[in-house]
C-alpha cells in the first residue's frame, strides 16, 4: 500500500526507531560459562570459602605481633600519708603529701620458643583456609555443570514425554478409525488409551522434574534461566590421558584440593603441640622503663620540711620467666593438642580414600560413558528400523498396536539414553578432573563450545 504523501522518509525512519526502541530486546539462551561467572558471584558457599580465607590471614600478623616490641604509657597519681613512729614522732606530726609519675614501658621478648611455632602454625592455617577456597572453586565448576545438565536431562524429559504422548494420539486415532471400520478389534483401541494416560502422566511428572532442575540452578546464581543452550550431537569423546585409573589417582593424592587442605590442618595440629609444650619453657624479655616522677611537699623523718620534687627514671634489662607449677593446664593441653591431632590425621586418611575412589570411580564413568554413548548411538538406528519394520507390519495387519507403541517408545527411549549418555561423559569428565585437582575455567570454556542455542531435542519420528 503506497504511503501518503505527508509522511516524508525523515518521518519514515523516526518511525522505524522508535520501533526498534521499544520493541522487546532479543536475549540469546544462557550458556555454560555465563550460569558459571554469575554463580561464581552469587554462591554462598563460595563466599563463605572467600570471608573464611579472609579471617584465617588475619591470624598470621596477629601471631607475629607476638615476636615484636610492645610499647604502652602509663600515668599513675597517689595520695601518700607519712606518720613518723618512735621518739619525738609525736612532736613531727602526719604528713600528707601527692606523687605523680607518667612513662613508658617497653618489652621485646627474646626468647618465646612457642611465639615462633604458633607463627608457623598460622601460616600453615592459611595455606589450608587457601586450598579449601580453591577446592570450593573447582566443587561449584561441578555444582554448576550438573546443575546445568540436570536441567538440560529435564528438557529433554519434558519434550520425549510430548513426543511420546503425540505418536501415541496418533496411533490413538488411527486405531479408532481402523476399529469403526472393523479393521482393528476394542482391544486396540483400549490400549491406545492406557498408554495415553500413562504418557500424560509421565508428562506431567516430567514437568515437574523440570521446575526442580531449574530451581536447582537457580539456586547456584540467584535468578531463573528460562533458556539454555543445549548440547551438540556432534560431541567428540575422547578417553581420559593416561587410560590408567592408577595414575588418576596417584595425581588426585598429590593435587586434590581437598586432601591438601587435611594435610596442611594435621601439620598445623602438629605444630600445637609444640605451642602448648612451649609453656613448660622459660622465656626472656627485653624490658625497659622511662617515667617523671613528682612528688609534693612534704616534711622528712628528722623535721625538716621539704619542698616539691620533680625527677627523671629510667631502667633497662632482661626478664626471665620461669614456669613452675600451674595446675596441671600446660599439660592437659599439650594431651589435647595430641588428640586434635590424632583426630586430624584419621580426617586426612579418610578423605585419602574418599579421594582415591572417587578418581577411579570418576575415570571408569568416562570410559562407561564413551562406550554407552557408543552403544546408543547404535541403538538409533536399530531401534529406527525397527520401527519402520512394525510400522509396515501394522499397516498390513500383521502387527498390532502394542507392538506399534512399543517400537516408537523404544526409538525415543534409544535417543534420550544416548542424549544422557553424552550428559554423563561430560559430567564425568569434569568430575576426574575436580578429583585430579586440574579443574579450571578452560574446561568449562571447551565444554561451552560444544553447546549450541540452535539445536533441537527431540527427531521427528
Not at 494420539?169 to 488411527?174: G, N, T, V
Not at 625538716?304 to 600446660?330: C, K, M
Given at each position: 500500500?503506497?504511503?501518503?504523501?505527508?509522511?516524508?522518509?525523515?518521518?519514515?525512519?523516526l518511525?522505524?526507531?522508535?520501533?526498534?526502541?521499544v520493541?522487546?530486546?532479543?536475549?540469546?539462551?544462557?550458556?555454560?560459562?555465563?550460569?558459571?561467572?554469575?554463580?561464581?558471584?552469587?554462591d554462598?558457599?563460595l563466599r563463605?570459602?572467600?570471608s573464611?580465607?579472609?579471617?584465617?590471614?588475619?591470624?598470621?600478623?596477629?601471631a607475629?605481633a607476638?615476636?615484636?616490641?610492645?610499647?604502652?604509657?602509663?600515668?599513675?597519681?597517689?595520695?601518700?600519708?607519712?606518720e613518723?613512729?618512735?621518739?619525738?614522732a609525736?612532736?613531727?606530726?602526719?604528713?600528707?603529701?601527692?606523687?605523680?609519675?607518667?612513662?613508658?614501658?617497653l618489652?621485646?621478648?627474646?626468647?618465646?620458643?612457642?611465639?615462633?611455632l604458633?607463627?608457623r602454625?598460622?601460616?600453615?592455617?592459611?595455606?589450608?583456609?587457601?586450598?579449601?577456597?580453591?577446592?570450593?572453586?573447582?566443587?561449584?565448576?561441578?555444582?554448576?555443570?550438573?546443575?546445568?545438565?540436570?536441567?538440560l536431562?529435564?528438557l529433554d524429559?519434558?519434550?520425549f514425554?510430548?513426543?511420546?504422548?503425540?505418536?501415541i494420539?496418533?496411533?490413538?486415532?488411527?486405531?479408532?478409525?481402523?476399529?469403526?471400520v472393523?479393521?482393528?478389534?476394542?482391544?486396540?483401541?483400549?490400549e491406545?488409551?492406557?498408554?495415553?494416560?500413562?504418557?500424560?502422566?509421565?508428562l506431567?511428572?516430567a514437568?515437574?522434574?523440570?521446575?526442580?532442575?531449574?530451581?536447582?540452578?537457580?539456586?547456584?546464581?540467584?535468578?531463573?534461566?528460562r533458556?539454555?543452550?543445549?548440547?551438540?550431537?556432534?560431541?567428540p569423546l575422547?578417553?581420559?590421558?593416561?587410560?590408567?585409573?592408577?595414575?588418576w589417582?596417584?595425581?588426585?593424592?598429590?593435587?586434590?584440593w581437598?586432601?591438601?587442605?587435611?594435610r596442611?590442618?594435621?601439620?598445623?595440629?602438629?605444630?600445637?603441640?609444640?605451642?602448648?609444650?612451649?609453656?613448660?619453657?622459660?622465656?626472656?624479655?627485653?624490658?625497659?622503663?622511662?617515667?617523671?616522677?613528682?612528688?609534693g611537699s612534704?616534711?622528712?623523718?628528722?623535721g625538716?620540711?621539704?619542698?616539691?620534687?620533680?625527677?627523671?627514671?629510667?631502667?633497662?634489662?632482661?626478664?626471665?620467666?620461669?614456669?613452675?607449677?600451674?595446675?596441671?593446664?600446660?599439660?592437659?593441653?599439650?594431651?589435647?593438642a595430641?588428640?586434635?591431632?590424632?583426630?586430624?590425621?584419621?580426617e586426612?586418611?579418610?578423605?585419602?580414600r574418599?579421594?582415591?575412589?572417587?578418581?577411579?570411580?570418576?575415570?571408569?564413568?568416562?570410559?562407561?560413558?564413551?562406550?554407552?554413548?557408543?552403544?546408543f548411538?547404535?541403538a538409533?538406528?536399530?531401534?529406527?528400523?525397527?520401527?519402520?519394520a512394525?510400522?509396515a507390519?501394522?499397516?498390513?495387519?500383521?502387527?498390532?498396536?502394542?507392538?506399534?507403541?512399543?517400537?516408537?517408545?523404544d526409538?525415543?527411549?534409544?535417543?534420550q539414553d544416548f542424549?544422557?549418555?553424552?550428559?554423563?561423559?561430560?559430567?564425568?569428565t569434569?568430575?576426574?578432573?575436580?578429583?585430579?585437582?586440574?579443574?579450571?575455567?578452560?574446561?568449562?570454556?571447551?565444554?561451552?563450545?560444544?553447546?549450541?542455542?540452535?539445536?533441537?531435542?527431540?527427531?521427528?519420528?
Amino acid at each position: 500500500m503506497p504511503l501518503p504523501r505527508r509522511v516524508g522518509r525523515p518521518a519514515l525512519a523516526l518511525l522505524l526507531l522508535v520501533a526498534l526502541l521499544v520493541a522487546p530486546p532479543l536475549t540469546a539462551a544462557d550458556d555454560l560459562l555465563r550460569v558459571y561467572h554469575e554463580a561464581r558471584e552469587s554462591d554462598p558457599q563460595l563466599r563463605q570459602a572467600r570471608s573464611e580465607l579472609e579471617t584465617v590471614r588475619e591470624r598470621v600478623p596477629q601471631a607475629r605481633a607476638g615476636l615484636l616490641p610492645e610499647l604502652s604509657a602509663f600515668g599513675s597519681a597517689d595520695r601518700e600519708r607519712n606518720e613518723p613512729r618512735g621518739s619525738g614522732a609525736g612532736e613531727l606530726g602526719t604528713d600528707y603529701y601527692t606523687t605523680s609519675a607518667i612513662g613508658l614501658d617497653l618489652t621485646q621478648p627474646v626468647f618465646r620458643y612457642g611465639l615462633f611455632l604458633r607463627l608457623r602454625e598460622a601460616d600453615l592455617q592459611v595455606a589450608q583456609a587457601q586450598a579449601r577456597l580453591n577446592s570450593a572453586e573447582q566443587d561449584l565448576m561441578v555444582r554448576v555443570t550438573e546443575r546445568y545438565f540436570e536441567v538440560l536431562a529435564a528438557l529433554d524429559g519434558v519434550a520425549f514425554a510430548r513426543a511420546e504422548l503425540r505418536a501415541i494420539e496418533r496411533q490413538l486415532d488411527q486405531a479408532e478409525q481402523r476399529f469403526e471400520v472393523g479393521m482393528a478389534p476394542v482391544t486396540d483401541v483400549e490400549e491406545a488409551r492406557a498408554r495415553r494416560d500413562l504418557s500424560h502422566a509421565n508428562l506431567l511428572q516430567a514437568e515437574t522434574d523440570l521446575d526442580s532442575a531449574r530451581e536447582g540452578l537457580r539456586e547456584l546464581t540467584g535468578r531463573s534461566h528460562r533458556e539454555l543452550a543445549l548440547l551438540d550431537e556432534a560431541l567428540p569423546l575422547e578417553s581420559p590421558e593416561p587410560e590408567d585409573s592408577e595414575a588418576w589417582a596417584r595425581q588426585a593424592e598429590r593435587q586434590n584440593w581437598d586432601l591438601l587442605a587435611f594435610r596442611h590442618g594435621s601439620e598445623a595440629a602438629m605444630e600445637n603441640i609444640g605451642v602448648q609444650r612451649a609453656e613448660h619453657l622459660p622465656t626472656v624479655d627485653l624490658v625497659g622503663n622511662v617515667q617523671r616522677v613528682d612528688q609534693g611537699s612534704r616534711t622528712t623523718a628528722t623535721g625538716v620540711p621539704r619542698g616539691p620534687e620533680e625527677f627523671d627514671q629510667a631502667s633497662i634489662g632482661l626478664r626471665l620467666n620461669l614456669p613452675l607449677y600451674r595446675g596441671g593446664a600446660t599439660r592437659s593441653r599439650v594431651r589435647e593438642a595430641q588428640s586434635q591431632y590424632t583426630t586430624a590425621l584419621e580426617e586426612l586418611e579418610e578423605t585419602r580414600r574418599a579421594v582415591v575412589r572417587g578418581a577411579t570411580d570418576a575415570y571408569r564413568g568416562v570410559r562407561s560413558a564413551i562406550a554407552r554413548t557408543a552403544a546408543f548411538e547404535q541403538a538409533i538406528t536399530s531401534t529406527q528400523r525397527a520401527l519402520e519394520a512394525v510400522e509396515a507390519g501394522f499397516e498390513v495387519g500383521t502387527r498390532t498396536v502394542v507392538e506399534l507403541l512399543d517400537a516408537q517408545q523404544d526409538r525415543l527411549g534409544a535417543e534420550q539414553d544416548f542424549r544422557q549418555a553424552n550428559y554423563d561423559y561430560l559430567l564425568q569428565t569434569v568430575r576426574l578432573k575436580r578429583f585430579a585437582g586440574t579443574l579450571s575455567d578452560a574446561d568449562l570454556a571447551t565444554i561451552n563450545t560444544w553447546l549450541d542455542t540452535n539445536a533441537e531435542v527431540v527427531p521427528d519420528i
